[in-house]
């Protein structure tokens, strides 16, 4: 609690990191409504000044009262939908996903890394909604997911342990998940070795993930694209294809300066 009073002390705009730190708290308790109380207590702050930042995100559209409690407002909707339509590469992968003879049918999704996290940001349904996959603004472990191990490998080693010098192992999802930076350092050659990142179920054991990533370009973030098949271990010849197309893609979606034709 000390921690966060004074991170709120240091800032130069008390009010808005305390805005910010309600919106993520917000973010984090999808079981429903929250009331004033709960919200007071989650960001360390007195029920009085809790209620004046919510009052101004309502008015703004960025939460909304609900059932007692508040939430987050759809004006965040339009928020999210603005940065991503910023992306070339976003309504890109939509184009490139429909014209794939191969990946039409299937889910792909586009994830960036963040910290020791991917969070994902588009996702192409070409059949039924697959429930085991990730949803748009989920956050995976990078080093579990094929579309984490795809923006990781272009790292160096040493960027690779700098980044995760805090965890002195990976809580497992399955049995087949990476457990330690050593064992992902080793996953990220073969990776490298192969063109296209592949988890055999190590975040969900009847889930193997296809990914690689797109060609980056200036100041852009980096993507990566993966494809989610029902599968804990698809055929020799099968992963190759996917891979090649998943490929394709990531080049499609390039910026223009280093799209591959």
Same mark, same amino acid.
């Given at each position: 609690?000390?921690?966060?009073?004074?991170?709120?002390?240091?800032?130069?705009?008390?009010?808005?990191?305390?805005?910010? +730190?309600?919106?993520?708290?917000?973010?984090?308790?999808?079981?429903?409504?929250? %009331?004033?109380?709960?919200?007071?207590?989650?960001?360390?702050?007195?029920?009085?000044?809790?209620?004046?930042?919510?009052?101004? /995100?309502?008015?703004?559209?960025?939460?909304?009262?609900? &059932?007692?409690?508040?939430?987050?407002?759809?004006?965040?909707? +339009?928020?999210?939908?603005?940065?991503?339509?910023?992306? &070339?590469?976003?309504?890109?992968?939509?184009?490139?996903?429909?014209?794939?003879?191969?990946?039409?049918?299937? /889910?792909?999704?586009?994830?960036?890394?963040?910290?020791?996290?991917?969070?994902?940001?588009?996702?192409?349904?070409?059949?039924?909604?697959?429930?085991? %996959?990730?949803?748009?603004?989920?956050?995976?472990?990078?080093?579990?997911?094929?579309?984490?191990?795809?923006?990781?490998?272009? /790292? %160096?080693?040493?960027?690779?342990?700098?980044?995760?010098?805090?965890?002195?192992?990976?809580?497992?999802?399955?049995?087949? %998940?990476?457990?330690?930076?050593?064992?992902?350092?080793?996953? /990220?050659?073969?990776?490298?070795?192969?063109?296209?990142?592949?988890?055999?179920?190590?975040?969900?054991?009847?889930?193997?993930?296809?990914?690689?990533?797109?060609?980056?370009?200036?100041?852009?973030?980096?993507?990566?694209?993966?494809?989610?098949?029902?599968?804990?271990?698809?055929?020799?010849?099968?992963?190759?294809?996917?891979?090649?197309?998943?490929?394709?893609?990531?080049?499609?979606?390039?910026?223009?300066?280093?799209?591959?034709?």
């Amino acid at each position: 609690m000390q921690e966060r009073t004074d991170v709120i002390d240091r800032s130069p705009a008390p009010a808005v990191t305390r805005a910010i +730190e309600l919106l993520e708290f917000l973010a984090a308790s999808p079981a429903g409504p929250v %009331s004033l109380t709960d919200l007071a207590k989650g960001i360390g702050a007195a029920r009085s000044s809790t209620r004046n930042v919510c009052g101004a /995100l309502e008015a703004g559209g960025l939460i909304q009262r609900r &059932d007692g409690g508040y939430q987050l407002g759809r004006r965040l909707v +339009e928020f999210g939908g603005a940065y991503l339509a910023s992306f &070339d590469q976003i309504r890109e992968f939509y184009r490139a996903c429909a014209e794939s003879p191969l990946l039409a049918r299937e /889910l792909v999704q586009v994830a960036i890394l963040d910290g020791t996290d991917v969070l994902y940001v588009a996702r192409h349904e070409g059949r039924a909604p697959l429930q085991l %996959s990730a949803r748009i603004g989920d956050r995976f472990p990078a080093a579990l997911t094929a579309v984490g191990n795809a923006l990781l490998a272009p /790292l %160096s080693e040493l960027e690779i342990r700098h980044r995760f010098s805090g965890s002195a192992g990976f809580e497992p999802r399955t049995p087949r %998940s990476v457990r330690n930076v050593g064992e992902l350092i080793e996953q /990220l050659a073969t990776v490298r070795e192969r063109g296209y990142a592949v988890d055999f179920g190590g975040v969900h054991p009847a889930v193997t993930g296809i990914a690689a990533s797109v060609p980056e370009a200036g100041e852009s973030p980096r993507f990566a694209v993966g494809v989610s098949l029902i599968a804990t271990r698809p055929s020799d010849e099968d992963l190759a294809r996917y891979g090649k197309a998943i490929q394709t893609v990531a080049a499609q979606i390039a910026p223009p300066a280093r799209r591959i034709a």
